[in-house]
């Protein structure tokens, strides 16, 4: 028993440092808002995504001169995985694209995030079994966190079920992330499903166009792709140890990030709701996450309890 009970101290070892690079991850992907809006500005969704995941693609590929040789050797088994990967992040970026056109970006934000929602629910179904009862609590507390952060109301608007549909779309890229992490080398697996999107993207920005690339516009996009390299790299380390559940949690620190990033840049108005919202959400992952392996480092070794087999 005392081989289990060695297993399972590394294990959570291992979970607490995929956690602490989720919540890096999160952190980068949340100061991505404000320049994102920018951007907007001058490009359209379509070319924004595009060129933004085209300097991801070019900031990643440097990093995939060591796995070089296992990207040619199972390059077919990369490029499925990557463009499964990337169609998912595609769908979920130009579904919230399509649902601020019609509604409020308030709502877009609230609903989108309720990926946190939809991926313990596939997580149960593939597994047959039923999220423990900190993650349902911290579920919960998420949720209503995020309601109060973006200000969301309670009006069903035309684009709700959009940015509803965006959230079925973000849960299922961290399943396939979750599923793919350990199969396959970080970097050659990000750089396809960054060049996916970044051709699917530029594909219908043939269509709908692309906008106009300012200075101001240029520098935005750079950072966003950086940024996005980083961000999905990290995601995809740490969902190497951390369960796609445990994932979402975690990552609903990005709208939270985002808020601190509009007050401190944008100068956006602090409010009661906001910061009780934003305290609600670190507190979810804090229950559904922290608690937990806390306990579990704390918790005694198992002995036998009888005769022994």
């Known amino acids: 028993m005392s081989e289990g009970h060695t297993l399972d101290a590394v294990a959570v070892t291992g979970t607490t440092r ?15 808002f404000v320049p994102a809006q920018r951007v907007l500005e001058d490009l359209t969704p379509a070319g924004a995504t595009a060129l933004r995941f085209a300097v991801a693609t070019l900031a990643v590929l440097p990093f995939c001169r060591r796995d070089a040789s296992d990207l040619v050797d199972r390059r077919r088994t990369y490029l499925r995985a990557g463009l499964i990967a990337g169609a998912a992040n595609t769908v979920g970026f130009l579904l919230q694209s399509l649902a601020l056109e019609r509604t409020t970006a308030s709502s877009t934000a609230f609903l989108a995030s309720l990926f946190v929602v939809f991926v313990p629910v596939f997580a149960a179904v593939i597994a047959r079994r039923s999220p423990s009862a900190w993650v349902v609590g911290g579920v919960a507390l998420a949720v209503l966190g995020s309601f109060l952060l973006t200000g969301a ?6 684009g709700d079920a959009l940015a509803l549909g965006a959230a079925v779309a973000g849960a299922v890229h961290v399943m396939l992330m979750g599923y793919f992490a350990t199969r396959l080398a970080v970097s050659p697996f990000n750089l396809v499903q960054l060049a996916a999107v970044a051709l699917m993207a530029g594909a219908i920005s043939l269509v709908v166009g692309v906008g106009e690339l300012t200075a101001t516009a240029l520098v935005a996009v750079l950072y966003l792709g950086v940024a996005q390299a980083a961000g999905l790299g990290l995601q995809v380390v740490a969902q190497r140890e951390v369960d796609p559940t445990s994932s979402a949690l975690i990552l609903l620190l990005i709208p939270v990030v985002g808020a601190v990033m509009a ?32 306990r579990a480092r704390t918790a005694p070794p198992l002995t036998p309890t009888g005769g022994g087999t």
């Open 153 to 158: 109301s309670v009006q069903v608007q035309a």
């Open 263 to 294: 007050v401190v840049v944008l100068d956006d108005p602090v409010s009661v709701q906001r910061v009780l919202g934003a305290v609600l959400v670190v507190g979810a992952v804090l229950v559904a996450e922290v608690v937990p392996t806390r």
């Open 18 to 32: 995929g956690r602490l690079l989720l919540a890096v991850s999160a952190v980068l992907f949340g100061s991505m």
